[in-house]
């Protein structure tokens, strides 16, 4: 139903059908059915709403927990599943926590240096200083250093073991946008520079398809696509896809005649229809309707109304109830449409529209 990863030889990380729940709750799977593979150098984002299962399947690959069924793998070796288990510590993965989860009563060199032998990695430890922009702070506490320096200083103390691979539980999450926007941009080069893989946990769709490789979209424990955020973007494979990674509005549709096509907002026959990657039926079927196609026609005897508006500086974004719909639309600031005006709603000739199963 739903894209899958096609696993290979070379991966620096592979997951193979992980099934997982946790061992004091009866209730559904954190995971279903997962296959995910992390290329050699390549950044991985996990995407999606809270509580779908994006941390459990970091915690996963780092050891913190076990699958139920299936396996996982770092490069050649088997780690967990059929049997086999090897404990986090010698996984040779880092991990960057939401909190950072620095050592307060450490400065920033014992923290960065923490669990490398002694005397040995001094040399690794001051380059990545030199990398992360951290020289002159060794000496501090981490009260003492900025969101931004502390989130340098964890992502210093999960390289400097050299891992194979970096796991980042939403890091960026707490930084003030300008600081994250800046820390995010250089995250590829800093894991380029150590050779190292990364899976990066994000609830933040823009930040996904910003800086990773490829984005990994979950629902419920569900792994819905797999794709660079060029396909994702081109060819979104399911209706959440659609909505919680692009904000298109999805509304149902049904079949007039052959290939033709109509919604609750009107007739989509004029409209360039795009065939989704799921194949879509007479009787089940979706279209996927960009905010800035739809249009708003003020009228009293209108079957919908305004319910809410955002401010996006040149456009106003409206939130129109149509039934049980919850459809949105953007307009230019001077259409400033009060709250409860009735309207009715119609798709913009011309609009590209992706069709496919509910």
Partial sequence: ?????????????????????????????????????????????????????????????????????????????????????????????????????????????????????????????????????????????????????????????????????????????????????????????????????GVIVTHDPDEALAICDRVAVMRDGVLHQCASPQDIVRTPATPFVGSFVLQRNVIPAQSIQPDQWSCPLGDLSDQDIRMGATTASEDNCCVLVESKDIEIVADDGGHASIVGREFLGDLWEYRVRMGELIIRATCPVERDYPPHMPCNLKVKSGAAIDLMAS
């Fill in 1 to 197: 139903m739903f894209e899958r990863s096609v696993l290979s030889a070379g991966s620096t990380v592979a997951l193979n059908g992980v099934w997982h729940r946790y061992s004091n709750s009866a209730e559904a799977w954190t995971l279903r059915g997962v296959d995910l593979e992390v290329a050699p150098g390549e950044l991985v984002g996990l995407l999606g709403p809270s509580g779908c299962g994006k941390t459990t399947l970091l915690r996963l690959i780092a050891g913190f927990e076990r699958p139920e069924h299936g396996s996982v793998q770092l490069g050649q070796q088997l780690v967990a599943g059929d049997g086999a288990w090897l404990a986090p510590e010698r996984r040779g993965v880092g991990m960057v926590f939401q909190d950072y989860a620095l050592f307060p009563h450490l400065n920033a060199w014992r923290n960065a240096r923490f669990g490398l032998s002694l005397g040995k990695g001094d040399e690794r430890v001051a380059w990545l200083f030199s990398l992360l922009g951290l020289e002159g702070l060794e000496q501090r506490y981490p009260h003492q250093l900025s969101g931004g320096q502390r989130q340098r200083l964890a992502m210093a103390r999960a390289l400097a073991p050299s891992p194979r691979v970096v796991l980042l539980d939403e890091p960026f999450s707490s930084l003030d946008v300008e600081v994250r926007l800046r820390l995010r941009s250089e995250l590829s080069a800093v894991l380029e520079a150590c050779d190292a893989s």
